[in-house]
Each structure stands twice: as structure tokens, then as C-alpha cells.
């Protein structure tokens, strides 16, 4: 199964199968990690302020990669476009995903252009999505 996942935190390979069908196993699962280099507000979006969330984005792939190479996963990454679902298209152009996972923040705590509707991107792309909350790392 190859599973496209949408991330704005580090995650790891228990977070995602507990996500994930039970019948799915992990040496089953080939998996792109998406970034996208979300801004803390909309201010720092429309100035362009890039440098932080892209340097971030480079962290939570990283991390997440690792997270799953540690779980028995096979993972690549990429950082995507601030726009989330920019970086589902984006990815979905050169990774051709049967399934895509969000990890998203709570959403009183979610950055912004991050609240997505998981029924929207099963409309527009045509896989199945699963949403999963995930904690903020910094604070």
C-alpha cells in the first residue's frame, strides 16, 4: 500500500498504523511524507515570510522518516507548498498514493491553512484520507 501523509508534525510508524486498516502490515506500506511549510499566521504568509516554516517543514520530514525507518516503514519525504492541498497535488504528481493520511493539530491549535476538509480532498483526488490529531512539538 503505498499511503501519502500530510503532516505538520513529526509522527511515527505506531501513530500511523494506528490510522492505518488493522490488515495493513508495516513491511507493506510505502510511504511519502509531506511537509508543507505552514506559516504561524496570516501576516507571515502575505509578507512572505518563508525562511521559518520551510526550515521547519525540513525538521518534521526528517524527524517523521526517521520516526518510521525506526518502526519498520519504508518512507520518503518532500517539504510542500504552504497551501496543503497544493502539496497533496504536488505530491500525488510523482507519488501515486492508494491512500492519504492527515496529522493535523487540534483545531484550536492549528496554523494557518491548516484546517482541511478530509471529505474535499477524497472528492478531488479520488483515495480514501484518514485524519489523525497530532501534538504540537513546540509547546
Do not use: C
Request: net charge negative.
Amino acid at each position: 500500500m503505498k499511503v501519502l501523509v500530510l503532516t505538520s508534525e513529526p509522527f511515527s510508524a505506531k501513530q500511523l498504523r494506528d490510522v492505518l486498516p488493522d490488515d495493513v502490515k508495516p513491511a507493506e506500506i510505502q510511504v511519502m511524507v509531506v511537509a508543507p511549510a505552514l506559516h504561524t499566521g496570516p501576516i507571515q504568509f502575505w509578507l512572505s515570510d518563508s525562511d521559518e516554516p520551510i526550515q521547519r517543514a525540513e525538521e518534521v520530514r526528517r524527524s517523521s522518516v526517521e520516526q518510521l525507518g525506526d518502526g519498520g516503514v519504508r518512507a520518503s519525504s518532500d517539504t510542500g507548498e504552504g497551501d496543503p492541498i497544493e502539496a497533496v497535488a504536488d505530491a500525488l504528481n510523482t507519488f501515486k498514493a492508494d491512500r492519504i493520511v492527515v496529522f493535523a493539530h487540534p483545531d484550536s491549535e492549528q496554523r494557518y491553512r491548516e484546517e482541511m476538509d478530509e471529505s474535499e480532498l477524497q472528492s478531488r483526488f479520488g483515495i480514501p484520507v484518514d485524519r489523525a490529531t497530532v501534538a504540537s512539538s513546540d509547546g
